[in-house]
C-alpha cells in the first residue's frame, strides 16, 4: 500500500470465511486462487488474519506474518496493512461458531479504483455500498422460475 494515495485507491471489502470444526480441508486452492487475483491486478489484499474461537468462546488472532511456512502467500505478506484493531476481532469472531477457524480477507478493488478515482474529482463520495448473497439471488432466480411454471 506504499506509495498509494487516498485519491487513487479502490473499494475495499472484506470477507470472513468460517471453517466449522473438523471440516477444513486446506488443499493450497484458495492461496493459488487469491495470488491468482493479486497476479491479474484485479485486487490488492490489505490484510489477512486467521481466527481460532475456542470451545469455551475465547478467540486467538493471527496475523499471516505471524504464521512460519507462508508458501505461495509469501508474496502478498510484506505489502499486508494490519488494518483490523482488537475490536474489529471481537465483532468477526462474535459471529463464529466455538470451535471453527475462520479466515478474514480485506482487499481493495484495483479494477475499480480508476472509476472511483474519478468519482471522488468529479465531486462524488461512496454513500452506500453492499453485497448481494448468492444464495439471495439464486433464490430470486428459483422463485422467477418457479413463478414463470406456475403461470402456463
Known amino acids: 500500500m506504499a506509495g498509494t494515495t487516498l485519491d487513487e485507491l479502490g473499494p475495499v471489502d472484506y470477507v470472513v470465511v468460517e471453517f466449522p470444526a473438523g471440516t477444513s480441508n486446506f488443499t493450497g486452492e484458495m492461496a493459488d486462487e487469491l495470488l491468482g487475483l493479486v497476479d491479474a491486478g484485479t485486487i490488492r489484499v490489505i490484510d489477512v488474519l486467521i481466527l481460532t474461537k475456542d470451545e469455551d468462546g475465547s478467540v486467538e488472532a493471527t496475523e499471516l506474518s505471524d504464521i512460519a511456512e507462508l508458501g505461495p502467500l509469501q508474496a502478498i505478506e510484506a505489502q499486508l496493512a494490519e488494518l483490523l484493531a482488537e475490536d474489529d476481532v471481537i465483532n468477526l469472531a462474535a459471529a463464529m461458531d466455538p470451535g471453527s477457524t475462520a479466515g478474514v480477507l480485506i482487499w481493495e478493488?484495483?479494477?475499480?479504483?480508476?472509476?472511483a478515482a474519478a468519482a471522488r474529482r468529479a465531486g462524488g463520495q461512496l454513500i452506500a455500498d453492499g453485497r448481494i448473497p448468492i444464495q439471495a439471488i439464486i433464490a430470486s432466480i428459483e422463485a422467477d422460475e418457479d413463478a414463470l411454471t406456475d403461470g402456463e
Open 109 to 115: 478493488n484495483l479494477w475499480a479504483a480508476p472509476f
